[in-house]
Nanobody, 118 residues
């Protein structure tokens, strides 16, 4: 089992920045892919960014050029640096860890609220 805890959400003005952090504990070696998803009111949860052990990253089109996902060497912490935030980025952000042998699902954090508003 893996436990995930997010931090770093909050209220920010349009054009501002936030950095989200995810701390993983438990069977870290079972994690294949680390990622961030978000869910806005009335919308489905969507992938924002993901990173694998090699460092290869994937971004949603809405995140490209503005968001950066990174991780530490151990692989038990990963981050989402969000710049040039827009009101459309308002959502609950969840960190996710996908285990080896799977392409989706896995473990989820409790979510952290990001609100972009003036």
């Amino acid at each position: 089992q893996v436990q995930l805890v997010e931090s770093g959400g909050g209220l920010v003005q349009p054009g501002g920045s936030l950095r989200l952090s995810c701390a993983a504990s438990g069977r870290i070696a079972s994690i294949k892919r680390m990622g961030w998803h978000r869910q806005a009111p009335g919308k489905e949860r969507e992938l924002v960014a993901a990173i694998i052990a090699s460092g290869h990253t994937t971004y949603a089109d809405s995140a490209k050029g503005r968001f950066t996902i990174s991780k530490n060497k151990v692989g038990n912490q990963w981050y989402l640096q969000m710049n040039s935030l827009e009101p459309e980025d308002t959502a609950v952000y969840y960190c996710n860890a996908v285990p080896w042998g799977y392409n989706e699902g896995g473990w989820w954090g409790q979510g952290t609220q990001v609100t972009v508003s003036s």
